[in-house]
């Protein structure tokens, strides 16, 4: 089974701050997810990633297959991307998307104003 | 992008009595969906792999007598607590994959509480 780590657990930090979550993995993967957890709980997906990066507005995620890590970005950070973000991968023999996810614990981000 | 819909999005029900929780893909089709388990402060855990037109499978350690899952059409699958308890007590959500090998899409969730 692949274990997933997150860190920092918890983030606290300035709006306006460049906002770096990492995820680390101990089974070769073929994409990664990242997801973001609202207070309320709903989830979204944010990205899913096999190789080098993605950007979607002010959110950046990178992923080094070899070394089994993803880092998650954020730049100009917003009191508004407060949630807990969570990181997670399919099960080493599947193709990608359609097979149920390992989830790491999730980093909790507060962007304080 | 895709929708996926929970219902209800909270249940408050007396231990021993069943409870069902809907999943709904809205605007594509889902032979698979997946439910999750999310406990406080915890992170999710696959509990089932729902499949139409077939038997859910199960993650070791969730009893399949007591989580039935029914996925009865290619845009709805179910999920039934029965003879609850209030260690069932959580938040349960569901996904559904879409595009072959592509993004999950979550349902909003469910919380349920078990008095």
């Known amino acids: 089974k692949n274990e997933v780590e997150q860190s920092p657990q918890n983030l606290t930090a300035q709006e306006g701050e460049f906002i770096t979550i990492n995820c680390s993995y101990s089974?070769?993967?073929?994409?990664l997810h990242w997801l973001q957890q609202h207070p309320g709980g709903g989830i979204v997906s944010l990205f899913m990633?096999?190789?080098g990066k993605k950007k979607h507005g002010r959110l950046i995620a990178t992923i080094n297959i070899q070394e089994k890590h993803s880092s998650l970005h954020i730049t100009a950070s917003h009191p508004r991307d407060s949630a807990v973000y969570i990181c997670a991968v399919p099960p080493e023999y599947s193709g990608g998307g359609a097979d149920g996810l390992t989830f790491g614990k999730g980093t909790h981000l507060i962007i304080q104003p | 992008g895709a929708v996926v819909s929970q219902h209800p999005s909270w249940v408050i029900c007396k231990s021993g009595t069943s409870v069902k929780i809907e999943c709904r893909s809205l605007d594509f089709q889902a032979t698979t969906m997946f439910w999750y388990r999310q406990f406080p402060k915890q992170s999710l855990m696959l509990m089932a792999t729902?499949?139409?037109?077939?038997?859910?499978?199960?993650e070791q350690g969730v009893e399949k007598d007591k989580f039935l899952i029914n996925h009865a059409s290619l845009t709805l699958s179910t999920l039934t607590v029965t003879s609850a308890h209030p260690e069932d007590s959580s938040f349960y959500i569901c996904?559904?994959?879409?595009?072959?090998?592509?993004?999950?899409?979550f349902g909003p969730g469910t919380r349920l509480t078990v008095t």
């Open positions: 996904s559904a994959p879409t595009g072959g090998a592509s993004m999950q899409y």
């Open positions: 729902s499949n139409e037109g077939s038997k859910a499978t199960y």
């Open positions: 089974v070769g993967i073929s994409a």
């Open positions: 990633l096999s190789s």
